[in-house]
Structures are given as structure tokens and as C-alpha cells.
């Protein structure tokens, strides 16, 4: 018996690179329901696969700009949460 395996169906998010950076990042958000990281790796995948250099460069840029906003939150609250860990907050 064979498989068959067939690739998900394209899911139009509204991410284009002629809109404003502000914009195509809330639109990529918006469509992975908040998940920073999911929404920076589906950038990854199309800076990867993209065949306009121009859509690579632009996609590339907002992965990295998700990443990083992502690495502030996680580190923002460090600092805090090994206080209450250690008993020494407040």
C-alpha cells in the first residue's frame, strides 16, 4: 500500500513586501494568533524559498526583527523571575 502525501493548501496572510514593515509584521502576527516565533520561522521559510531577491531581502528582515523582539520579552522578565526564584525580590 502506498502513501500519498500532498502539501497543505497556501494560506494567503496578507504579508506583501510593498506594504509598510509595520503593517506586513501585525498581518504575519496576526495570521500564527500572536505566536512571534511561528510567524518569524514562516518568514524564514519564504526569504528561503522566495525566487524575487527583493521579497527574500524583506522577508529576511522581518524574521530577524520578530527574533529579536522576541529574545527583549524573554529576557525582559528574567531578571525578575530569578528574584522569585532566589526569595529575594522585594
Known amino acids: ?12 496572510s ?6 509598510l514593515p509595520e503593517l506586513r509584521r501585525s ?5 500564527h494568533g500572536g505566536d512571534i ?4 520561522q514562516a518568514l524564514q521559510k519564504v ?19 520578530l527574533l529579536k523582539k522576541r529574545y527583549q520579552r524573554q529576557t525582559a522578565y528574567y531578571p525578575v523571575y530569578q528574584e522569585v526564584m532566589e526569595g529575594t525580590l522585594g
Open 27 to 31: 498581518l504575519i502576527l496576526k495570521e
Open 37 to 40: 516565533l511561528a510567524a518569524a
Open 47 to 65: 526569504s528561503v524559498t522566495a525566487k524575487n531577491s527583493e521579497t527574500r531581502r524583506i522577508a529576511a528582515i522581518d524574521a530577524a526583527y
Open 1 to 12: 500500500m502506498s502513501k500519498t502525501f500532498s502539501k497543505p493548501p497556501a494560506v494567503d
Open 14 to 19: 496578507g504579508w506583501h513586501r510593498d506594504k
